[in-house]
């Protein structure tokens, strides 16, 4: 099952070209989406190995991941990453990431920050983080502990149908997809880009996976 990682990245000339190589370790496509940037992100993309889509305009982080998005699903993978262009995701945690959907445990994985106390998060950002958490978490039925991390795995069918959804208009963008959230299998979530909101499977299955800031296993049921 091919796998390709899409990088939003505006100006990131000193870190991308070292998160391209290590994604390159696991995927067999990087797209970077270089949101017009002034310095050689583009070309310290391409000579990394990435291929480059560049916005003519800067559109932000939302645009740049809704044109991989679009991108991404011309091409034959079936699993599709994001992270960051800044080196704050360490692309050695990829295949944690991809196993729960490899296995057909999950549709969406995300990778929390917060799961482990020692999360090098300033207490001002945790915080707002915690409070937009909960109220996603709120709108989703399931707790998800950082709604505001950009380090996720998407099965193709997700997307294809959030982009389809999302071809309708506002009021339909839904996706039946379970998810799962760093140690979490979770039978309920909402991605704030995509806007989608997950249903219950029918049958909950149990996932193993590990907190991305610790490494630590645990074992939890869907609810």
């Known amino acids: 099952m091919g796998s390709l990682c899409i990088i939003p990245a505006f100006e990131e000339e000193a870190t991308i070209g070292q998160v391209v190589a290590g994604a390159l370790k696991h995927c067999g496509t990087i797209l970077v989406i270089d949101d017009n940037s002034r310095d050689r992100t583009a070309i310290v993309s391409r000579q990394a190995g990435a291929t480059v889509i560049r916005h003519v305009l800067r559109l932000g982080t939302g645009a740049a991941l809704s044109t991989g998005f679009r991108a991404a699903l011309k091409t034959d993978s079936e699993i599709f990453l994001t992270m960051d262009g800044d080196g704050q995701h360490d692309p050695d945690q990829i295949p944690n990431l991809t196993e729960p959907i490899l296995r057909d445990e999950a549709d969406v994985v995300v990778g929390s920050r917060l799961l482990s106390t020692s999360a090098g998060m300033p207490l001002g950002k945790r915080i707002g983080n915690s409070i937009l958490s909960a109220t996603t978490s709120l709108a989703a039925g399931t707790r998800i502990?950082?709604?505001?991390?950009?380090?996720?795995?998407?099965?193709?069918?997700?997307l294809e149908y959030?982009?389809?959804?999302?071809?309708?208009g506002p009021s339909s963008r839904r996706v039946s997809a379970p998810t799962r959230e760093g140690n979490k299998h979770q039978g309920r979530a909402q991605d704030p880009l995509l806007n989608h909101k997950a249903l219950n499977r029918a049958k909950p299955k149990t996932a193993t996976g590990r907190d991305l800031a610790s490494g630590r296993t645990a074992w939890s049921p869907t609810r």
Do not use: C, L, M, N
């Not at 502990?145 to 997700?158: P, W």
């Not at 959030?162 to 309708?168: K, N, S, V």
């Open 145 to 158: 502990t950082d709604s505001q991390s950009g380090y996720r795995a998407y099965r193709r069918k997700v």
């Open 162 to 168: 959030a982009i389809h959804q999302d071809q309708r």
